[in-house]
């Protein structure tokens, strides 16, 4: 299971090169207006090497890794969950999922929500937006796209308080680094203060990320009648589901606590074996309490 080059970059361990899935447009350049973030991104974007495991390799998604080239020459692994590590080095969450593995869900998600937003008649600037698992703030970049004018970033992680900051600064009104399976007062009072009517969750539900109470108290911040924006690997709303999201998202459809209004199975990404992962995409209304 010897990484491959994806880059043009030989690791020494194989003679056979990964090619890289797609290069991704730099954040801006599809909508034509100017990135938020410093030019200096896209340059440490372009000069990360790194490297796959062999294509015949297989891994859980939650288990998925790469190994990076380091400054001293050597080459050092990330998992694709460790995130914390990921977001101090710039460039390198970009590098990984949009240059190679060619994610699209934040420009999906935010197509669809911008679609439903017109069948509606409402502006895309009159909301206000809970952003849950904000990371380093990509899914805010396409909210502002379409836009979106206020919105709140939430991470449990401050290196990815940190990775927004430095890398798109301005998109957030706020962020928060917040557990929000035990929010803080002071934090709920902030949050509240918002006035939140949107809840995107684009890219972070399932595999121990956000768990369902954290869910839970994002929705809950939510006004009545507000928008809510998802992704979860369809695995996940199976009946043979143990998450915990399977039942609470299932019964609330199906009460009409959430009232889908766009449902899409769209590939979030291709995992390390080429091979694509399937993601459900929702956008709902928020008509009552989640169930559970």
């Not at 710039?90 to 935010?110: A, N, T, W």
Request: proline share 6%.
């Amino acid at each position: 299971m010897a990484p491959t080059a994806v880059n043009g970059t030989s690791t020494g361990t194989s003679g056979r090169e990964h090619e890289v899935v797609r290069q991704a447009p730099a954040p801006g350049e599809a909508s034509g207006r100017t990135p938020h973030h410093p030019v200096d991104l896209e340059a440490a974007r372009q000069s990360i090497r790194l490297a796959l495991p062999e294509p015949g390799s297989k891994f859980s998604q939650d288990d998925e890794f790469c190994v990076v080239a380091q400054p001293d020459g050597s080459w050092g692994e990330f998992r694709f969950h460790d995130y914390d590590r990921i977001f101090q080095v710039p460039g390198l969450y970009e590098k990984i999922f949009y240059d190679v593995l060619g994610c699209d869900s934040p420009r999906f998600m935010v197509g669809l929500l911008d679609d439903a937003l017109a069948s509606s008649g409402v502006a895309a600037s009159s909301l206000r937006v809970l952003d849950l698992g904000a990371g380093n703030g990509i899914m805010a970049e396409e909210l502002a796209a379409v836009g979106v004018e206020h919105s709140v970033g939430v991470d449990i992680l401050t290196e990815a308080r940190d990775a927004a900051l430095r890398d798109r600064p301005g998109l957030y009104a706020d962020y928060r680094v917040a557990d929000l399976t035990k929010l803080p007062a002071e934090d709920r009072e902030v949050l509240a203060a918002h006035q939140l009517d949107t809840l995107t969750v684009v890219a972070a539900l399932g595999f121990g990320d956000i768990p369902p109470l954290a869910f839970r108290t994002a929705y809950d911040l939510i006004a009545p009648d507000g928008w809510v924006v998802l992704t979860i690997k369809d695995a996940f709303l199976e009946a043979t589901d143990t998450s915990g999201f399977g039942g609470m998202i299932g019964e609330s459809i199906r009460s009409g606590a959430l009232e889908v209004v766009r449902r899409e199975r769209f590939q979030h990404r291709l995992a390390t074996d080429r091979s694509p992962l399937l993601y459900e995409g929702i956008v709902a209304r928020k008509r009552g309490p989640l169930a559970g």
